[in-house]
């Protein structure tokens, strides 16, 4: 039989829940003040605590605090007349599993006992995915034991200590800056810098004096000469991600540095040379794109001398139940919160669903259900997963948007029998930029 502890000095809400709580079938001891609760929690066989917030000697979060100090697994119940977002948020963050109002709702006081000792039960019962780890937690690794995943390894360890530049490609959330970290960190060159860049961040005249510094002077605002990160990395790598967002006069400029590895700052005169390995990721067909006059030929050559195609987690899923180990590992490293109890039932759901945003979106939303969680076990509902399943993977026929707005603009032209003003007033852009649009998809002679 379980063993509840009610701490309330309202004598009337005392016997209230007292007899209600028999009548379901727990044994109830009592206590009627701070210092009570604290010695009857710490000294008796206890399975929940109800914990009022006003009580004779000290307020209910003093109590709360103590307690999980000495008896952090104890499960406690913040019971207050005194039900706003203050209250509830502090109970919560000193270690409650939840926040009741009063007059408390014996209904629902029910379903929130037979829930928590379902999930206590549970992390004597299920199943242990993280046990403690000796070693520290390691940064900078791959987690997969898929026989694609395995092919990843073997071409990561073929090239990491040659120079050849690398392509990495995958959808959103894969991983691609992941392989790019191993590939540099389990290299000769492991010592020596690695930098990366999100190319879709900034601007093509931000990104080229990012890539290549510029001199003092080169434009207002260069108060002094800055070095690259062409610089900043000799001898290293550098990880340029989402390279299919550069412009066209910075394909230019990155074509030359990977064919001579030499480059001139921004407003400057004097060559520089820089030993540094590429390492290039796109989440998206660059021959398609090369294709269409939207990327340089010469250069997507220059880039795939070595090329990674990172599979989608719904390719493999025997792969997530030691993702998630590694995950939840990696998460209570960062939080210091230990969630390593996983009942069948969400790992189920865990494996059902398509995962869309990849191991991304499996990081974030264990994140979110950690740091959610009381106690050890990993429910189903902390996961907040979508409705629908299987169903939700993306169709195979559904293009980039790149594809998508040029046979908008051809739909746009034809329409208004290539009257490009008329065009840029449906398509509700100016005409320079969509001049611009039609040498980007090669358009321009259609």
Known sequence: MKTILIADDDRAIRRTLELHLGEVGYAVITATSGNDAIELALTRDVDLM????RLTGMDGFEVLTLIKEKKPSLPIIMVTAYDDMQTAIEAIRLGAIDHLGKPVDLDHLDQVIEKIFEMSDLSRTGVALCDSIDAPFEQNILVGRSRVMKEVYKTIGAIADFRATVLIQGESGTGKEMV????????KFRNRPFIAVACSALSPTVLESELFGHEKG????????????????????LFLDEISEISPDLQVKLL????????ERVGGIETIKADVRIVAATNKNLLT????GIFRHDLYYRLKVVSIDLPPLRERRDDIPILV????EKLHHETGKRVDIIPHETMNAILSHPWPGNVRELENTLRRAVLLSHGTVLSPESLHLDEGGEGDVFPLGLKPLYEIEREHIQKVLAFTHNEKKRAAEILGISRPTLDRRLKEYGLEED
């Open 50 to 53: 109800l914990l009022d917030l």
């Open 180 to 187: 790019a970290r191993a590939i540099h960190f389990n290299s």
């Open 218 to 237: 080169a434009f207002t605002g260069a108060y002094r000469t800055k070095p690259g990160k062409f610089e900043l990395a000799q001898g290293g790598t």
């Open 256 to 263: 030359r540095f990977i064919q001579e590895r030499e480059f």
């Open 289 to 292: 794109l090369a294709n269409s």
């Open 325 to 328: 180990k590694y995950l939840l």
